[in-house]
């Protein structure tokens, strides 16, 4: 179902995370549950993954995860700001101690000069720990192509956010 790098660093994450008692929360604007099917496509992922939150409109971010409405007003939804508070927001409502958040803009349509197609911003966050962001410009390279590029990324964020 998966290319097979998305399906290692899966399965790597489940492993990783089994041994480290870490429960994952994610919240996916642009992606819609990608990266949650991706770490729930691993059998055992039950013991490391709590809940996905898809959060495609602003008053999804607002009302599941409690993104600020001044947040997305001056900032917009693809940006630094609203991904940092998604990933928060996913451990707060949420018995997870570490998650991921993306938003962007897959394309094809949708984007600016300042928001181009292709834009995502990921961020991920663990409790008592300092989030990670990551701004990501694929490019124009198809719906789908930017959707898997996010993904991968995602997985490499929960990696690199798990490292003790």
Known sequence: MWPQDIEDAARAIVADFGTKNLLIATAESCTAGLIAGAITEIAGSSTVFDRGFVTYSNEAKREMIGVANA??????????????????????????????????????????????????????????RKPLHREMRYGDIGRSAVRLATVRT?????????AD
Do not use: Q
């Not at 609203?82 to 394309?107: C, D, K, P, Q, Y």
């Open 71 to 128: 947040t997305l007003k001056a900032h917009g939804a693809v940006s630094r700001e609203t991904a940092l508070e998604m990933a928060e927001g996913a451990i707060g409502n949420s018995g997870a101690n570490i998650s991921v958040a993306v938003t962007g803009i897959a394309g094809p349509g949708g984007g600016s000069d300042e928001k181009p197609v292709g834009l995502v911003h990921l961020a991920a966050a663990r409790t008592g």
């Open 154 to 162: 995602a997985l490499e964020m929960l990696a690199e956010i798990s």
